[in-house]
């Protein structure tokens, strides 16, 4: 891969002696170190994506008249457990901190927090 990106980094363009394996989809979101789920990428730029999941090689590969391999393509529309958990927490939390705004009670919030990370243990 690091040949057919001539050792550029695809979120910035800048050729680099050496590139980072970036991870499109990190392992915290259920991501892989698959060819697919892995692009170029300079230090800088992998370490401040933070949480983006953009795949950013079919837009170099355009940019650069390249064309990406089929077996190195993201397969849309799956979402991992760990990410179907996230988003079920992320919705939950949100849940939480309005009940938290309505009681005004720091005990209903910390048992509904307490009973969110429980019941997402038990699905896992």
Request: with cysteine; glycine share 6%; aromatic share 8%.
């Amino acid at each position: 891969m690091k040949l057919f990106f001539s050792n550029t980094c695809v979120i910035c363009g800048r050729e680099m002696v050496s590139v980072t394996k970036d991870h499109i989809v990190p392992f915290y979101k259920g991501g892989s170190d698959s060819i697919r789920n892995i692009q170029p990428a300079c230090k800088s730029c992998n370490s401040s994506k933070s949480g983006d999941i953009t795949d950013y090689r079919p837009l170099f590969c355009k940019i650069k008249g390249l064309i990406l391999p089929d077996y190195w393509k993201l397969k849309p529309g799956k979402i991992s457990r760990a990410e179907k958990a996230g988003r079920k927490l992320a919705e939950s939390i949100v849940e939480i901190t309005q009940m938290l705004y309505q009681n005004n009670t720091k005990k209903n919030f910390l048992k509904g927090v307490v009973d969110i990370i429980s019941e997402a243990r038990n699905e896992n």
